[in-house]
């Protein structure tokens, strides 16, 4: 069974600062898809990022970038220029690539602290 | 403008009872999953289901129960077996296709025993 694992329980980062969030997972698989998600106060999930496993390029949403390693099965998350709306839990996840209607698991979730 | 609704947002059940949250969606998307969240757990994942009139169990199913009758409609029910229900009630759904989704998720249902 594939699972995910987040180490930082909670990160803080000054505003304007970069912070980068640890995600490691383990599969056997070698086709799968590798997403963080956002919960803020509101507890809506907001997909932040997301990475095809097959491609080495890592992935880039404006502020948002990942560093994507796949032999080491990392997928950090780096969050550049750091704004108060940032903070919040996220969450690292994973799904198997064959069909887009598997499940994602996820893990355990870092919360985010930004200091103004 | 297509999307999933929870309801209630919050609900509270007595020892014993068995409720029900709602989870409707109109993106016509196939695949429906119901996820509980506790503090420092992250996401679990309870029941999902592909199709229509078809489910399976996720990690956490015992003392929950799930329907598909509809492609619309996904309700979750957490039965009197169920002997810690009082969680954060995540439903989502994701099309069933090849490709490259993430899910898109209710705003959830806060449960709580009282």
């Known amino acids: 069974a594939q699972t995910v694992t987040q180490s930082q329980p909670e990160m803080s980062v000054q505003e304007a600062e970069t912070v980068t969030l640890s995600c490691t997972y383990d599969?056997?698989?070698?086709?799968?898809?590798l997403f963080w998600y956002k919960q803020p106060p509101s507890r809506q999930m907001i997909l932040v990022i997301r990475?095809?496993?097959?491609?080495?390029q890592n992935a880039t949403e404006n502020r948002f970038s990942v560093n994507f390693q796949k032999a080491a099965k990392s997928f950090s998350l780096k969050i550049s220029d750091s704004q108060l709306g940032d903070a919040a839990m996220y969450f690292c996840?994973?799904?198997?690539?064959?069909?887009?209607?598997?499940?994602?698991?996820f893990g355990e979730g870092t919360q985010l602290t930004v200091n103004p | 403008d297509g999307g999933i609704t929870q309801s209630p947002k919050y609900l509270f059940r007595k020892e014993g009872q068995n409720v029900t949250l709602s989870c409707e969606q109109n993106?016509?998307?196939?695949?429906m999953y119901w996820y509980r969240q506790d503090p420092g757990q992250g996401l679990r994942l309870i029941y999902y289901s592909q199709i229509v009139n078809d489910f399976q169990k996720g990690d956490i199913a015992e003392g929950y129960s799930v329907s598909r009758e509809k492609k619309e409609s996904f309700p979750l029910t957490v039965t009197s077996a169920q002997k810690n229900p009082t969680a954060f009630y995540l439903c989502?759904?994701?099309?069933?296709?090849?490709?490259?989704?993430?899910?898109?998720f209710g705003s959830g249902t806060r449960l709580t025993v009282v």
């Open positions: 599969t056997s698989e070698s086709d799968y898809y």
């Open positions: 990475q095809e496993a097959y491609k080495q």
């Open positions: 989502a759904t994701t099309p069933y296709s090849p490709g490259f989704y993430g899910y898109t």
């Open positions: 993106l016509n998307h196939d695949a």
């Open positions: 996840a994973y799904r198997r690539g064959e069909t887009s209607g598997s499940r994602l698991t």
